[in-house]
């Protein structure tokens, strides 16, 4: 196996760049290496009470136990500013049939603005905080602000980015995804960030394949 592998790179052709002087493409291919990627579809409430609900392509979840999540925002923008300000959040899963109205959330307005009237969408209260997630949302993670990072470059200069985390600390989820108690992903029609400017992805349950850990590696769990 090893000698074949080598063997194939042996044999590839490499686009080798350094970002910071330019990557010589059309497009930038970043975005489209690191993909798909899940939609962190944020909702949020301002100090003012007011509304705010905005996608963001760099999300993803970080810990089991407890379960944190985070979402990187190029700037300071208003979900930044109303976790700060609150303290809280919501995430709601992007499905197929909510498609339009994310992009519909992602249209770039003031703060008075808000995004759940913007979209159509139906602002439905939570349990445990008091930021409202998307009614028509099959799953929602109500969330606790723990930490939001000023990112930085290897040098130690701070970038753009703000990284937001928080703690899981409600889940709704539709009864109608649950088999037998297991969650399942396919039935929900989830969407993600692909590359370029206008790229998303779905999955099917014909693309499935199960691949069960080494016993070595479960064992480290």
């Known amino acids: 196996m090893s000698t074949n592998i080598t063997t194939y790179c042996g ?7 350094e970002p910071a002087a330019g990557h010589g493409l059309p497009h930038s291919p970043f975005n489209a290496i690191i993909a798909p990627r899940p939609i962190g579809w944020i909702s949020s409430r301002a100090a003012d009470g007011t509304l705010n609900l905005a996608p963001y392509s760099f999300f993803n979840a970080f810990s089991y136990t407890p379960p944190l999540i985070g979402f990187a925002s190029i700037g300071e923008k208003d979900s930044v500013t109303n ?3 609150t303290g809280e959040f919501c995430w709601n899963l992007a499905t197929r049939d909510l498609a339009e109205a994310m992009n519909e959330s992602a249209r770039i307005t003031g703060p008075e603005v808000d995004e759940f009237a913007l979209a159509g969408l139906t602002p439905a209260p939570s349990r445990l905080i008091d930021v409202p997630h998307v009614g028509e949302a099959r799953v929602v993670f109500e969330c606790r602000a723990t930490q939001i990072v000023h990112l930085e470059d290897a040098a130690g200069a701070p970038t753009e980015t703000r990284m937001v985390f ?8 539709d009864k109608t ?9 396919t ?4 969407i993600s960030r692909g590359g370029g400017p206008a790229t998303y992805f779905t999955i099917s349950e014909e693309a499935r394949f199960e691949m069960p ?3 070595a590696a479960q064992s480290r769990l």
């Open 213 to 215: 850990r080494p016993e």
């Open 177 to 185: 995804l649950l088999v037998d108690g297991i969650y399942q992903t």
């Open 166 to 173: 928080g703690e899981v600390v409600g889940v709704h989820i």
């Open 11 to 17: 044999r590839m052709d490499f686009h080798f760049y």
């Open 187 to 190: 039935v929900a029609d989830p």
């Open 83 to 85: 976790i700060r300000e």
